[in-house]
């Protein structure tokens, strides 16, 4: 059985820096092999595309509100998959989930195979 489980959340304030890490474990489970997403999800919002990193090749995707500011990255040795997140402003308030896809990278919550908890984070102004 797969498992994700997000750790690194918290409250930061305006302009601040977190990272979060997504420790995957199952039989056979390796994130090198799955598109790794994180995504986050806002109170009485639905959830939204983060970032994702391709299977092998370590390309990675970001939606513009994003980009520059957040880096998606994986440990394929260690199985860890991590969200460094800069400049972060109250628009990034929300709990952020890591995600597993088997085949291409995709934005779409609906594609994903495997989810974690979730681990909230809070930036204040």
């Known amino acids: 059985q797969v498992q994700l489980v997000e750790s690194g959340g918290g409250s930061v304030q305006a302009g601040g820096s977190l990272r979060l890490s997504c420790a995957a474990s199952?039989?056979?489970?390796?994130?090198?092999?799955?598109?790794m997403g994180w995504f986050r999800q806002a109170p009485g919002k639905e959830r939204d595309f983060v970032a994702a990193?391709?299977?092998?090749?370590?390309?990675?995707h970001y939606p513009d509100s994003v980009k520059g500011r957040f880096t998606i990255s994986r440990d394929n040795a260690e199985n860890m998959v991590y969200l460094d997140m800069n400049s972060l402003t109250p628009d990034d308030t929300g709990i952020y989930y890591c995600?597993?896809?088997?085949?291409?990278?995709?934005?779409?919550?609906?594609?994903?195979?495997?989810w974690g908890q979730g681990t909230q984070v809070t930036v204040s102004s």
């Open positions: 990193i391709m299977p092998g090749v370590p390309r990675t």
């Open positions: 199952g039989r056979h489970f390796k994130v090198s092999v799955y598109a």
């Open positions: 995600a597993a896809r088997a085949g291409p990278v995709s934005a779409t919550p609906g594609s994903y195979n495997y």
